[in-house]
Every structure is written in structure tokens, then in C-alpha cells.
């Protein structure tokens, strides 16, 4: 997920910009109108987070061109307390959001999370986990925003996976969860094994860092961070 930062407070840039690349994205960024309207012409954002108050003019100005070149780029507005108006003006003009400063980065994360879910699955109930995004509603999984094609079982994985990330799943919960008490037990664990190991693969090839971790002699922890 690529960002473009438009804001001309070198401190809060740099801010966000650590913030969200921790959180998996992409930095971009410009401290100028005419800057910001260069790069937009020129390259593709998933999203541009747009300060209004540059020093060469007001970011308004560069939703219009936003939209032309690419409908689908998220635009969140970054205002201060007074302009209410302001505010208005660029959600009518086709801002996804906005955001007043000063704000808590949890609201900024948030923010950006929404809109991104609205962006490419129109509204549609999503998952999203660092490069991995789930279009419930259409089966749909995107890994990097490439698609990627999963047998039924690695989809069912994924998706508990998803539900549970950042927990250690026992290899019994995933097993109960995904076929109940219907298989003997001891040949569903070489079974499932197989097919998280295609999962894991299927994933690796598209994204940087490996989701599946195994917890040896316990089961699984689906998470993006480094496992001890
Ligand atoms: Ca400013």
C-alpha cells in the first residue's frame, strides 16, 4: 500500500511517516503543492493523505486532479480546528475522510484503514492485515493488491488466520474449526500441515515477510512480526 504524505510540517511528516511504515506502508511524500501535484501526475497512490495549508497554495486544488488520474486513490484531508468549511468543501469535493490536527496516530491508522476497505472492495465487508486483504462478500483475496488463488480448505485457513492474528492457534483449535470432529484427529494434523504449508508459500510469493509462523510442538501464530 503506497502513501503519499502531502504536508509541509517537516515534524508531523516525519511522524506519520514512521508511524506507517511500521504499520507495513509505503511512504511518499511532498511539502509542496506544486511537488505533491508532480508526483500525482506521475505515479499511483492507494492513498494521499492531503494537507490544505501548503505554502504554495491550498491542497484543495489537487483533488480534481486526484480524481482524474486515478478515481480510486483514498484522499484524507489533514485540517486545523477552524476551518470547518474547509472540511466540507473537500469532502464534497470527493475527499474520503478527514482528520483535524492534532490527532492520535491510533485515529490517523484507523482512518486510513476505512477508507483503504471502502477504496477497493466498495464498501464490502474486508479484512485487511498487513499486505493481506480478504473481500468476504466475493471470496476475493489480495496479497500485495495482487490476487491470489487459494484451494477452499487455504481459504477457510486464511480466514481463521485472519480472525486469530497475533494468537497462538493450537493445531487441535484449527483442525476442530475447520472440519469439527468429523476427521480422526491424527490423520487431520499431517493434513493440515500440507495444506498450511501451501498456504504459507502461496503468501510468501507476493508478500515480504512471512505471516505463518510455526510454534513448535504447539501449532500456529499468524502474525507479521518476527516470531522468537
Ligand atoms: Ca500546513
Request: charged share 30%.
Amino acid at each position: 500500500m503506497k502513501i503519499l504524505i502531502v504536508e509541509d510540517n517537516r515534524h508531523l511528516v516525519q511522524d506519520m511517516q514512521e508511524f506507517l511504515q511500521e504499520n507495513g506502508f509505503l511512504i511518499e511524500k511532498a511539502g509542496f503543492l506544486e511537488e505533491a501535484r508532480q508526483k500525482i501526475n506521475l505515479y499511483k497512490y492507494d492513498l494521499i493523505i492531503l494537507d490544505l495549508g501548503l505554502p504554495d497554495g491550498n491542497g484543495l486544488e489537487l483533488i480534481p486532479e486526484i480524481k482524474r488520474n486515478d478515481p480510486s486513490a483514498g484522499i484524507i484531508i489533514l485540517t486545523a480546528k477552524d476551518t470547518v468549511s474547509e472540511k466540507v468543501k473537500g469532502l464534497e469535493m470527493g475527499a474520503d475522510d478527514y482528520i483535524t490536527k492534532p490527532f492520535h496516530k491510533a485515529e490517523l491508522n484507523a482512518r486510513i484503514n476505512s477508507t483503504l476497505r471502502r477504496g477497493k472492495f466498495d464498501g464490502n465487508s474486508a479484512l485487511e492485515y498487513g499486505h493481506i486483504k480478504i473481500n468476504t462478500s466475493a471470496r476475493q483475496v489480495l496479497v500485495n493488491n495482487t490476487p491470489l488463488n487459494l484451494t477452499k480448505i487455504e481459504y477457510d485457513l486464511l480466514l481463521y488466520f485472519m480472525y486469530n492474528k497475533n494468537r497462538m492457534l493450537t493445531k487441535e483449535s484449527i483442525v476442530e474449526h475447520l472440519w469439527g470432529d468429523r476427521i480422526d484427529e491424527s490423520d487431520s494434523f499431517n493434513f493440515i500441515y500440507n495444506h498450511i504449508k501451501n498456504l504459507r508459500k502461496k503468501i510468501q510469493k507476493l508478500a515480504p515477510v512471512n505471516y505463518i509462523h510455526s510454534m513448535y510442538g504447539i501449532g500456529y501464530k499468524f502474525s507479521d512480526k518476527e516470531q522468537d
